[in-house]
């Protein structure tokens, strides 16, 4: 089972940038997308920034212009973060989409990373 492993998260003050990474523990083909969501206490998940296979990326409208989604060529993806806001706050989780022969996508977590921002 392939397994996603996130590293990056931290405590910065407002204004502030971090960079996050998720790396899977394995090499894998066919990846339809790869994506980071943040989930903040007593809110629901939600969708951050995705990258496809292509390269073609898409962010939520409040971190447009701050965060920059990217990935290399070993599986690995990237989301830097700068002008953080309190706001940004939350657990952020990384998400690999997976073509399958049949059906849907596979999906793959990561267990997350805790991002904090001070005032």
């Known amino acids: 089972q392939v397994q996603l492993v996130e590293s990056g998260g931290g405590l910065v003050q407002a204004g502030g940038s971090l960079r996050l990474s998720c790396e899977a523990s394995?090499?894998?083909?066919?990846?339809?997308?790869m994506g980071w969501h943040r989930q903040a206490p007593g809110n629901q998940r939600e969708l951050v920034a995705v990258i496809s296979s292509r390269g073609g990326t898409k962010y939520r409208d409040s971190v447009k212009g701050r965060f920059t989604i990217s990935k290399n060529n070993t599986n690995t993806v990237y989301l830097q973060m700068n002008s953080l806001k309190p706001e940004d706050t939350a657990f952020y989780y990384c998400?690999?989409?997976?073509?399958?022969?049949?059906?849907?996508?596979?999906?793959?977590w990561g267990r997350g990373t805790q991002v904090t921002v001070s005032s």
């Open positions: 998400k690999v989409e997976r073509e399958s022969a049949y059906g849907p996508p596979d999906v793959f």
């Open positions: 394995e090499k894998m083909n066919n990846i339809y997308s």
